[in-house]
């Protein structure tokens, strides 16, 4: 049984930081390209950052760049998202998925995750001004 499990959400002020964690179990970790996505209330799942499964080729999406970072630890089975300078816009829920493809980083690969089975239940990141 496939489990995605995301960590680290909280409320936290204009400016400050988050990591957010994602552990997998269930399947073979470092076969299966990760990303994150937020979804806010009303609106559709939107990419935010995603990996390939060597942890080669970050993508983020323009709205983060230069203030997430996105990586992976394939011996822990863990994917990261380190959120810095942290804005009211990003107020959200953050989901993890996986998807087994060799695709790179990069709009394709959010398409992939998107028909993906394997999503966890999301942590809320809350960002006040």
């Known amino acids: 049984q496939v489990q995605v499990v995301e960590s680290g959400g909280g409320l936290v002020q204009a400016g400050g930081s988050l990591l957010l964690s994602c552990t997998v179990s269930g399947l073979t970790f470092d076969r299966y390209a990760m990303g994150w996505f937020l979804q806010s209330p009303g609106k559709e799942r939107e990419g935010v950052a995603c990996i390939d499964y060597r942890g080669e080729s970050p993508f983020l999406d323009d709205s983060v760049k230069g203030r997430f970072t996105i990586s992976r630890d394939n011996a822990k089975n863990t994917l990261y998202l380190e959120m810095n300078n942290l804005k009211p816009e990003d107020t959200a829920m953050y989901y993890c998925?996986?998807?087994?493809?060799?695709?790179?980083?990069?709009?394709?690969?959010?398409?992939?995750?998107?028909?993906?089975?394997?999503w966890g239940q999301g942590t809320q990141v809350t960002v006040s001004s």
């Open positions: 998925a996986a998807v087994f493809t060799d695709v790179a980083g990069g709009r394709m690969l959010f398409r992939f995750l998107l028909s993906s089975p394997y």
